[in-house]
């Protein structure tokens, strides 16, 4: 009964190195058979290379816009908050 358990477990041990192996063959192969693609494009890349930083610029500035504008808007509403909320705060204070 063990040795058929043992067995198995050996068979199932070897089917995942095989498959394991398997999966590395063909990540290998394609990576060869795509590299000259890769290479092909490359010129492409390096053109477009500059535009697609000037977008992530244009982003970055644009996402830094709004939040400057949002804070702007919040330390405002924050400081009547503070202010409404005071006397309050001070009355807590005192019956304690």
Do not use: E, H, Q
Not at 26 to 41: D, H, S, T, Y
Not at 52 to 72: E, P, R
Request: proline share 5%; net charge positive.
């Amino acid at each position: 009964m063990f040795t058929l358990l043992f067995t198995l477990l050996m068979f199932a041990f070897f089917a995942v190195v095989v498959l394991a192996m398997g999966a590395v063959l063909i990540k290998i192969a394609l990576r060869v058979a795509l590299f000259p693609l890769k290479l092909l494009l490359l010129p492409l890349k390096l053109l477009f290379l500059p535009i697609f930083a000037v977008i992530v610029l244009v982003k970055l500035v644009v996402l830094f816009s709004v939040g400057m504008i949002i804070l702007a808007i919040v330390i405002p509403i924050l400081i009547v908050v503070t202010l409404l909320a005071l006397p309050f705060i001070l009355l807590a204070a005192a019956a304690s």
